[in-house]
């Protein structure tokens, strides 16, 4: 509901699809041991006649050698965006990831932090850190369930373009996507995943804040 909160940045409402597949595989046994593996797709149905205009992947695994449960974390994410007019579409720049995770509990609560070093491609490459914490929390006897992460990283300024020339210094960015779910059944359950955003959109200093209405499916 993009443009009902904010019309001015958003020329239209549209639905978002979302694929997540997570698996928790450590046996403890091999001398590689596999940790996490998580991949993340989103599509949105920006474009005209509602076609996708927007795709995002991410894909990570952990892994360790060790006896101690911190894991090597290995990340890649890239994308695409297609606009009207579409001479002005883009590429969401590849991004290279290497960072140190974290799993720990508090409570009924599950954390995950990560602490990686960012390696962003453009022609004036960007080196940086980003540091990223996954939640999760059961509810009324997981009847519903409080869920999410939020990352927090800078940039270059000055990618060696002829739009950022003449630009210096870092930006700091933040995302985050808290999510609240009632289950219905096993499978289906209803709530939000609220989308929050600061420079990632927009090099304004504005900070967004976007809910959803969503349908989840587990398979």
């Keep these: 509901m993009r443009h009902t909160i904010d019309p ?7 639905p978002t699809l979302y694929f997540e597949y997570f698996k928790t595989l450590d046996t403890g046994r091999a001398f590689i041991k596999p940790g996490s593996f998580l991949l993340k797709t989103q599509a949105d149905f920006t474009g005209d006649k509602d076609n996708i205009g927007k795709y995002y992947m991410q894909v990570s695994q952990e892994f360790r050698f060790w006896r101690p449960k911190v894991f090597l974390d290995l990340q890649y994410s890239g994308g695409l965006g297609i606009t009207t ?3 002005y579409s883009y590429y969401i720049v590849n991004t290279y990831s290497a960072g140190i995770s974290y799993p720990f509990k508090i409570g009924q609560s599950y954390l995950s932090a990560i602490l990686f070093y960012k390696y962003v491609p453009y022609p004036k490459p960007s080196n940086d850190f980003l540091y990223t914490m996954y939640f999760y929390r059961g509810l009324f006897n997981y009847k519903a369930e409080f869920a999410g992460d939020f990352s927090i990283w800078t940039e270059n300024r000055n990618h060696g373009d002829d739009a950022t020339a003449g630009l210096s210094g870092k930006r700091f960015y933040f995302f985050a996507e808290p ?3 009632y289950n219905l059944s096993k499978r289906w359950a209803v709530g939000s995943k609220v989308n929050m955003f600061y420079h990632v959109n927009t090099t304004d200093d504005v900070f967004e804040i976007y809910p ?3 349908l989840r499916c587990k398979l």
């Design 8 to 14: 001015k940045r958003n020329p239209k409402n549209f």
């Design 179 to 181: 999510q609240v779910w």
């Design 212 to 214: 959803t209405a969503a």
């Design 85 to 87: 007019p579409k001479q």
